[in-house]
Structures are given as C-alpha cells and as structure tokens.
C-alpha cells in the first residue's frame, strides 16, 4: 500500500517538526497537520518562517520549503482525517492532576478524544499511527474504540515514538539512531507497517527502521527516556559526593565516559534535568509498575525523580547559604530560563523551580534568556500556584539583554547552557555587580579559571 495522504493530529513540539521533515523529504505525499489551537496553526502558517511557534536551528528553512507545496497546517480536523490513509496522533500527554493516577499516570483523554474523531468521521479504511509517548498497552485502547464503529471501515494501529530531542530536532529527525515500528503481528499488520516503512525509507536506511509488536514499541519509548533521565541523575548524585570530597565531576565523568560500555554521552552534571518527557515519562513507567504490583519496580524508578529533585533544590539552597544566609531583597540575575539551550521551550524546565525557592526567600529575579519571552516566564511561575500572580510580578523582572539582567545583581545563576553565555564581556559584568560578585554555574559551561581571575567567587556544580 503506498501512502499518498498524511493527517497529523496535533501541531506541536512534535507534530510540526516531524511532519516538516516527513513532507520535505517525501515530496508525492501531501502532509497536512492539524490542531484545535488556532493561534499556534496561524503562527506555523505565518508568511514569515521565522515566526513559526516553535524555535528548532533549522526548521524554518524545512518549513518554508515544503509549506504549500505538500505541507499544510490547517485547523480543519475532519477534513484532514478523512482524506488521510494514514493519520499520526501526536497530540499532548501530560502527567493527570486529578482522580486516580493523579500526579502520576498519564492523562490519555487528548488520544481518546483523537481515536473517537477519527471513528466518527472515516469512511475510508485507515492506518492510525501513535506518534505520542503513550503507556504499553494503550493501542487496545484505540483499537477497541475504532473497531466498534459499525460502519465497517477498518483500521490499523502502529506504534511509532518519536526520540527526537528538542533543540535538534531537525539533525535528529534527518539523521535518527532508529525509527522505530510497532504493529499487529498478523498479515495485515504488516502490511501496515510495510506502508510506515515505505514512508521513512525515503530518508532513513532501512537496517536502521526496527519494527517490532506494539507492546515493545511502547513501553521502548518509555524505557529510552528513564534510561536517558536516570544517567543524568546518577551523574547529578556524584555530583554533590565530589562536592564533599574534593573530586571533580567533569573529571569523573570523562573517566567513566571512556569506557566503551558506559560511553560519553548524557553525563553532565546539571542543576537538573527538565523537558516535557523525563519526568512525565518516569512517572508513567512507576505508575504502570505499580499497577501490576511491581513496587520494587516502581521504587527503583522513582528515585530518579527524588534524585532530580534534590538536585535542583539543592541549587537553590547553594545559592542562599553561600550569600550569608539570606537573598531577601538581594537581587539575583537568571541567565536561561529554558530546559535546555536551542529552544524556547520552558517546561519543567529547572529554572522555574530554582526560581520559586528563591522567590520564597524575597530574591528579586532578573531573568534573561535568548528566546524565552516575558508571558511564558511569569506564567510558568504562576502555574505553581506559590503565590499570586501579582507578587510574582513584583519580584521578577525579565531583562532585554544580559547585562541589564546583571547590573547590580549580587549573583548570578546560569540555568541553561546557551552557548552565547560563554562569550559575554564577563569583565564587564563583573564591574557592574556588588561585590563579592557570584557565579553559580547550574551548567558548568563557563570559564572558571578566568572567572576567578577577573575576580568572581565562582561555584559549578561537582567540583
Ligand atoms: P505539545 O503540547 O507541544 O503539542 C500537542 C498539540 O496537540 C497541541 O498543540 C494541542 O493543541 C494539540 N491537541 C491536543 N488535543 C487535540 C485534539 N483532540 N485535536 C487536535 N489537536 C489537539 O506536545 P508535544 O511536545 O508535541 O508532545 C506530543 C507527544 O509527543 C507527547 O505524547 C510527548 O510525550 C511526545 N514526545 C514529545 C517530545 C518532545 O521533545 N517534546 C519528544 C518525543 C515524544
Ligand atoms: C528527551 C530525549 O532525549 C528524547 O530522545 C525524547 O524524544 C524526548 O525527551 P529532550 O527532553 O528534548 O529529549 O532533551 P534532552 O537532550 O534529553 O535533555 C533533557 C534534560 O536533561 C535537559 O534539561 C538537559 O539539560 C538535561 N541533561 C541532558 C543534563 O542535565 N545532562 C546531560 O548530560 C544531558
């Protein structure tokens, strides 16, 4: 079967992003990617690609080469899903924050939501393709929602989780360590995932496209990010015994990170990770074991998330013991308010929390980071609902450039590693600053040997 028509549910972080990519590299198949927010879908149909909704290095340039030839963004759903012969949900799934799960499950009312559309509105058989990170098992879900329509259209399931990191996610969706595919073992199953295969084929080597059952590709998917997330912080609790004991995280790092089995990547030591998925995705992964009864399970996950946790807090209370046990009325400069560097995107991101600690001790923030804007920063201060909006408003100001954001501060704090932050006139900084000047290096990206010499009180992490 060869797919002519692509539907994608949900324009965002992923949606976009990989459609873009899909449509640029598969030229005779029209993608078209729809959302329920009009404004996002406005931004990705802004003239200038500039202004796309989502900040990638890259993606504008995919953007502007596909869009209106075989790549459209439309808020027309129905449309979109009964022309597809294959349709991607991609839409979000959060952490729940109320009933049963609360604070753990997945809420999966998007993705029911999406499969009852599809159901409602399909006159054609189609191949539905989850694109989000979902709990294993949750393809019966869908199938058993699809399969009782009645009007005897039928419908394939895949599982194909996207591993895309943010911030390059274009080099990542061009050049993928795998794509991976999970379907129905019997004949036409395959056949669905041959279709999926085709697709990808265009692009990416075929001994590099895995497929597999659904239940293996979903639970890979989550397996992959507490793997990732649980090197972080195991490199994070090293972190603070080198803090104790004289050795140096970078150092240790590099030590371990040579030996081939344990290799070099994901071990930096940080003030904590952040992103939509690391802490979502765990939390799942411990829910899901413990509703099968796997406590043991479930413990050993979690500690990832307590470990995380503590990192961040930890940062926090560096900060104000090392400023003589008290910020109050002190001003602190934030340098990132991102999870990482490359995006715009805030969520979970560690600067909120780092953030919130310290607003709690009456610091006045001033916060500057390269793409994060004003609205996004107070509202993820205001989504933890520590304060009123108001006061939030009174102790945070956010800067337009960095050394506005530094003059007069009795600290600063680096929380994303943005590379531009190495190559700021630090002596400059220095001079406008209240002495002792400080620097806590949430990301141990700066130099802190010429830091030191210029005269700041330097403190990274692990060392
Ligand atoms: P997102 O919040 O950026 O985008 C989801 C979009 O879906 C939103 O624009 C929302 O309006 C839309 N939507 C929700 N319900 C809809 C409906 N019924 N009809 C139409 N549109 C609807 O989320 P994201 O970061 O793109 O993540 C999507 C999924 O991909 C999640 O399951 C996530 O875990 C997974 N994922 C994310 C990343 C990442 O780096 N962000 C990486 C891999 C996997
Ligand atoms: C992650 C996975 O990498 C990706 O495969 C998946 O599809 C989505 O989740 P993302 O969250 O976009 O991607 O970024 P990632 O590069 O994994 O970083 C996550 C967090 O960990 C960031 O806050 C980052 O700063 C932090 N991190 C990462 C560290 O603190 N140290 C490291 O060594 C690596």
């Known amino acids: 079967m060869k797919i002519t028509k692509i539907c994608c549910i949900g324009a965002g972080y992923v949606g976009g992003p990989t459609m873009a990519v899909i449509a640029q590299k ?8 729809v959302d329920l927010n009009e404004a996002r879908i406005a931004a990705w149909n802004d003239e200038d690609t500039n202004n796309i909704p ?3 290095p890259g993606l504008s340039d995919v953007v502007a080469e596909a869009r209106g030839r075989n790549l459209f ?5 129905e449309k979109a899903i009964d022309e597809a012969e294959m349709i991607f949900i991609s839409v979000n799934t959060p952490t729940k924050t109320y009933g049963s799960g609360k604070g753990m499950a997945a809420d999966l009312k998007y993705i029911e939501l999406c499969a009852r559309q599809i159901a409602r509105v399909s006159k054609s058989n189609k191949i539905v393709v989850e694109k989000s990170t979902l709990p294993v098992r949750t393809a019966e879900a869908i199938k058993n929602i699809l399969d ?17 990191a943010e911030g390059t996610a274009v080099q990542d969706l061009l050049n993928p360590d795998r794509i991976l595919i999970g379907g129905d073992t019997t004949e036409e199953g395959q056949r669905a995932i041959n279709a999926l295969v085709d697709v990808y084929a265009n692009w990416v080597d075929r001994a590099r496209i895995l497929t597999t059952n659904l239940w293996s590709s979903e639970l890979s ?7 990732l997330a649980q090197r972080v912080s195991s490199i994070n609790a090293l972190s603070e015994l080198c803090e104790k004991t004289g050795a140096d995280v970078s150092e240790v790092a590099k030590a371990i990170g040579m030996d081939s089995r344990i290799g070099p990547k994901f071990l930096k030591a940080s003030v904590g990770f952040g992103g939509s998925c690391f802490q979502k995705d765990i939390l799942n992964l411990v829910y899901i074991a413990k509703a ?19 990192q961040k807090r930890r940062f926090s209370h560096k900060i104000v013991t090392t400023l003589y046990n008290t910020v109050s009325g002190k001003k602190i400069a934030f340098l990132g308010w991102a ?4 995006t715009n995107d805030t969520r979970e991101s560690a600067a909120i929390y780092v953030a919130d600690d310290l607003i709690n001790e009456q610091a006045e923030l001033h916060v500057f980071d390269p793409k994060v804007e004003e609205g996004q920063i107070l509202s993820d201060l205001n989504y ?13 100001t956010v800067a337009e450039n960095p050394y506005e954001a530094c003059k007069d501060a009795h600290a600063i704090a680096v929380l994303t590693e943005w590379d531009e932050f190495r190559d700021y006139d630090w002596k400059k900084i220095y001079d406008n600053m209240m002495k002792p000047a400080f620097v806590f290096d949430g990301r141990n990206i700066l130099d802190a040997k010429k830091l030191t010499e210029i005269g700041f009180v330097y403190k990274g992490i692990g060392s």
Request: glycine share 4%.
């Open 73 to 77: 963004f439309s808020t027309e759903i």
């Open 148 to 164: 009782n329509t009645g009007n005897g259209v039928r419908f394939q399931i895949l599982s194909n989780p996207e591993f895309l």
């Open 292 to 310: 099968y009864g796997l406590n043991e399970v479930a413990d050993y996950w979690e500690q990832v998330i307590i470990m995380n946790d503590h």
């Open 339 to 342: 999870f990482k560097k490359d």
């Open 26 to 33: 598969c030229p005779d198949i029209k993608v078209t990617v």
């Open 221 to 227: 998917k989550l397996t992959a990010n507490a793997f």
């Open 54 to 56: 989502i900040y990638e």
């Open 384 to 396: 933890l609902d520590s304060r009123t909006p108001e006061e939030n408003r009174q102790q945070v």
